[in-house]
């Protein structure tokens, strides 16, 4: 395998880890393990590591070695602060610059995620609907906010290792709230409708938001979601 595709294994692998909590928050990276496991030297092994660094996977720390980003009570604050506005704007301008390749590859990857809902593992689905937002935020296309939503992301899928483990009739019907929320978002962004974008990015965001409070909101953390649910219409 050329050096190039041992790279953009490693990477892949990288990515995976870290979304599927293999790798947990704030574990270290060890380098030299990595070097001799895909056949790379430090320099592009350290130039993965710049590349996932600025997508938000893994913090790089002066005279100490990378590791997994985490997920602390501030980052958890941030995450429920930011959620509702980010994916609402990307909503809305994924609604108005969607290719028609691109409403094609998100039809897949709702595929992809109905078919992860029937038969996958919660890994599989966690990766499925993690593939149908980054398509959105290609959509979308604004350089500001790709940066935001793609550490959102992240952290979502990271927080849905444990949300896709449906244990009650309600939990299990929720999830399938969520892929019917899906098909909806496609449709809007086909008809080019910015504002049922906007109000289905309110919808999907409060669905998934019930079920996370569930296993991660602590009870000290006093943040008023009712208020912050609502996209900025803007």
């Known amino acids: 395998m050329a050096a190039r595709d041992r790279k953009s294994a490693l990477t892949a692998h990288l990515r995976r880890a870290i979304l599927t909590t293999a ?35 893994i913090d790089l720390r002066d005279n100490r070695g990378p590791r997994v980003t985490d997920l602390s009570h501030t980052t ?5 602060l930011a959620a ?10 994924a609604a108005r610059n969607a ?10 990857a709702q595929e992809a995620f109905r078919a992860a809902l029937r038969t996958g593992s919660t890994i ?12 959105t935020g290609e959509m979308a296309g604004n350089i500001y906010l790709l ?39 496609i449709d809007a ?20 938001r019930h079920q996370i409070e569930r296993f991660v909101m602590p009870s000290a953390l006093d943040v008023p979601m009712g208020a912050l649910a609502r996209p900025n219409p803007a």
């Open 189 to 208: 962004i086909a008809a080019r409708d910015e504002a049922a974008a906007a109000q289905l990015a309110e919808d999907h965001w409060n669905l998934s």
């Open 23 to 57: 790798l947990r928050p704030g574990d270290d990276l060890d380098e030299v393990a990595l070097c001799a496991e895909f056949g790379l030297s430090r320099t592009p092994v350290r130039e993965v590591f710049r590349e996932l660094a600025g997508l938000g996977y």
């Open 124 to 135: 599989e689905r966690t990766l499925a609907n993690n593939r149908f937002h980054e398509i």
């Open 99 to 108: 290719t028609e390749l691109q409403t094609a590859a998100l039809r897949a």
């Open 76 to 80: 958890l604050r941030d995450f429920f």
């Open 84 to 93: 509702p506005m980010i994916y609402g704007a990307i909503l809305r301008l």
């Open 147 to 185: 940066p935001s939503f793609h550490r959102l992301l992240i952290d979502h899928a990271r927080i849905s290792m444990t949300f896709y483990r449906p244990e009650t009739p309600a939990m299990t019907q929720s999830v399938s709230e969520a892929s019917r929320q899906h098909d909806a978002i």
